[in-house]
């Protein structure tokens, strides 16, 4: 199994951005995509995830701001970030599991490489 993350980029405050995660495989097999993401020297922690009836989760920091999204047909889901802030640069991580719900404390066993978003004037 294997998760290419891609996207990620230089934006300015207040833009937007879209990731992309595909799969090597059939994404319903894994029920729950998530995306985490994380800063040098910190934890990481959850952004946003959905499981294959549909049902999403996000973090508090970006509830309202994020869409989290799934294409089975093409293996891939999709993080849209809107109104980016400074505060949200970090590597991305897509993660796969077959529980139904992630948190920050918990993910699924399989990760993508990351996908640097950096939120810069």
């Known amino acids: 199994v294997q998760l290419q993350a891609s996207g990620g980029g230089l934006v300015q405050p207040g833009g937007p951005l879209r990731l992309s995660c595909s799969a090597s495989?059939?994404?319903?097999?894994?029920?729950?995509m998530t995306w985490y993401r994380q800063v040098p020297g910190k934890q990481r922690v959850l952004v946003a995830g959905?499981?294959?009836?549909?049902?999403?989760n996000y973090g508090d920091s970006v509830t309202g701001r994020f869409t989290i999204s799934r294409d089975n047909a093409k293996n891939t889901v999709y993080l849209q970030m809107n109104s980016l802030k400074p505060e949200d640069t970090a590597v991305y991580y897509c993660n796969a599991g077959p529980f139904p719900r992630y948190t920050d404390a918990t993910w699924g066993p399989y990760w993508g490489q990351g996908t640097l978003v950096t939120v810069s004037s």
């Open positions: 495989g059939n994404i319903v097999d894994f029920n729950t």
């Open positions: 959905i499981n294959r009836g549909g049902r999403s």
